[in-house]
């Protein structure tokens, strides 16, 4: 399978947001499988992981040099427990930023019926 794409959700400079609102995709769990997040703006960009009956390990990939100079840092792996949600983010840039520009996250493949959502948060003077 390939990757499954996963659009921002924004979040409302002094706003709300209503939880329904919110784009929630099913996860895309095993390996060669994950999710994508096109033109990326990981500064900005906060990850909902919310695992079903099982959960496991997700992995935001570390990007190449160039463009990602901290990329050799290397990926940042999270564990999620069975039926918890987990906030991740914001993230860096110069860490996980793919060369197309995307991020890309990977899901373990015992992970059971879960979501991903990503919000972005917006800058405000």
Excluded at 56 to 68: E, L, Q
Excluded at 89 to 106: A, C, H, K, T, Y
Aim: hydrophobic fraction near 45%; charged fraction near 10%; aromatic fraction near 4%.
């Amino acid at each position: 399978m390939a990757r499954t794409a996963v659009a921002y959700s924004n979040l409302v400079p002094n706003g709300s947001l209503a939880d329904t609102a919110a784009t929630a995709v099913p996860t895309n769990a095993g390996a060669g499988n994950g999710h994508s997040i096109a033109k990326a703006e990981p500064e900005e960009t906060v990850l909902r992981i919310v695992a079903g009956a099982t959960g496991g390990n997700v992995t935001i990939k570390a990007g190449p040099n160039p463009p990602a100079a901290a990329g050799s840092l290397g990926d940042l792996v999270v564990p999620v427990a069975n039926g918890a949600t987990q906030w991740i983010g914001p993230l860096e840039s110069g860490r996980f930023i793919q060369s197309d520009g995307s991020m890309l996250v990977d899901i373990a493949a015992g992970f059971v019926a879960g979501s991903i959502t990503a919000f972005r948060v917006p800058r405000t003077a």
